[in-house]
């Protein structure tokens, strides 16, 4: 029976890595993989988890099961940093861990196929696993471009797809440091978004994972919160998989926000019930590190800090490719108004291959960087090799 099975294509990200260790050029550079990256290179554990991590190794004393939602402490001590101080919204307001946030979205997405959404918009390019958890869950999808020729975000497109959106449709949008583009949408943007959602009656699911390596912490939330504000119903898929360096811990959260209590209550235990058949339960370690984290004053002032630092760092890579100008056919002055760790350069494949071949530069076949994967000392190497194949 399995011999029916076709060969699916090899994930290109993860051929890159194995092509980038095995190149010996002492000079690469690895712009593919989205991980944050230190000046050198790293990508460490968080001094905070660490230390949250040592507390839990002393302190937890069963690993029973929890259940399908996971840590609920871990879900309510992030909740007022994602969705703010305004409380549960009178029990509208709930959530569950997840396995990262693919398990959040993959949720979502589960969530509004399950209710009988008609459309998915979604705005492209987009991380490409939304459309495989798309496709995956059955849900129609209908695009529209995300970004404009510019550099901005392209509201023309969101608002024609919006305008022919109605109750029974669904919209991901990103909350924050799009990937791939980088291309956020302004907090004026997001006043419009959030009232051309509640005109519509469209379901807003949205993906925050890179909250803090934007603007910051709170004005990274700026549009998840006003979207929350401005409509009934609504899913946010969140990640603490980079902002708390958990990547392969797969920490996550989904919080669902119904028209009144009751409704959110039906909402959870369908979430549950599809958490269940899919995962059974989240993985509790990160989860519980992020907890511990959260409930300590001293060790969440910490984490903010290295978060900032990390920021900081992304700010300054970004302003020194702007500062660059244009590297042959490639303007990157864009960049460095654009948020988060990702960025679209206008390369064709034939240029990606080259600056791989001729130069030791890895990235996406898509045109994607990973800014973090630069650094002060390798930006003219990198601006130098791009200018050499678009020139
Ligand atoms: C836009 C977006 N959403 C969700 C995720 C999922 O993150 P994770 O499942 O690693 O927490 C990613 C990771 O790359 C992402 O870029």
Redesign the pocket.
């Known amino acids: 029976m399995l011999d029916r099975l076709d060969q699916q294509p090899a994930d290109a990200l993860l051929a890159l890595i194995k092509m980038y260790e095995a190149d010996t050029r002492p000079d690469k550079i690895d712009l593919g993989v989205?991980v944050y990256r230190t000046a050198d290179g790293g990508t460490p554990v968080f001094r905070a988890i660490k230390q949250a991590e040592k507390r839990l190794v002393d302190t937890q004393g069963t690993k029973a099961y929890l259940g399908p939602e996971g840590d609920m402490g871990f879900v309510r001590a992030l909740m007022p940093h994602v969705l703010g101080d305004a409380g549960n919204r009178d029990g509208r307001i709930d959530g569950m861990q997840t396995?990262?946030?693919?398990?959040a979205?993959r949720l979502a997405v589960a969530l509004a196929q399950k209710a009988g959404v008609r459309n998915l918009l979604m705005g492209v390019p987009?991380?490409p696993?939304?459309k495989q958890i798309l496709d995956d869950c059955g849900v129609t999808t209908v695009t529209f471009d995300h970004a404009c020729e510019d550099g901005s975000a392209d509201m023309g497109a969101l608002r024609e797809a919006l305008g022919k959106a109605g109750k029974d449709d669904a919209v991901l949008l990103?909350g924050a440091c799009h990937?791939p583009t980088g291309v956020d949408y302004t907090n004026e943007q997001w006043d419009e978004i959030a009232d051309l959602l509640g005109e519509t009656g469209a379901l807003p699911i949205i993906?925050l994972?890179?909250q803090g390596l934007g603007d910051g912490m709170e004005e990274d939330a700026y549009g998840v919160r006003k979207v929350i504000a401005s409509v009934p119903e609504a899913l946010v898929?969140y990640?603490?998989?980079?902002n708390f360096g958990l990547?392969r811990d797969?920490?996550?959260a989904l919080y669902v926000m119904g028209a009144n209590a009751d409704e959110t209550v039906r909402i959870m235990s369908n979430a549950a019930s599809l958490a269940r058949a899919n995962w059974s339960m989240p993985p509790d370690h990160g989860g519980a590190s992020v907890r511990l984290i959260l409930e300590d004053e001293d060790l969440t002032a910490d984490w903010l800090d290295e978060l900032a630092s990390m920021r900081e760092r992304i700010g300054a890579v970004r302003a020194k490719l702007a500062e660059a100008g244009t590297a042959g056919a490639v303007d990157l002055t864009k960049l460095g108004a654009q948020k988060g760790m990702f960025a679209m350069l206008p390369v064709s494949k034939e240029q990606v291959e080259r600056l791989r071949k001729d130069h030791g530069v890895y990235m996406a076949g898509s045109g994607r960087i990973n800014v973090a994967g630069l650094t002060m000392g390798n930006i003219d190497a990198f601006v130098a090799a791009l200018a050499d194949v678009t020139g």
């Not at 990640?239 to 980079?242: G, I, P």
């Open positions: 989205g396995p990262g946030g693919t398990g979205v987009s991380w696993n939304h990103h990937n993906d994972a890179y898929a990640s603490c998989d980079k990547y797969r920490v996550g």
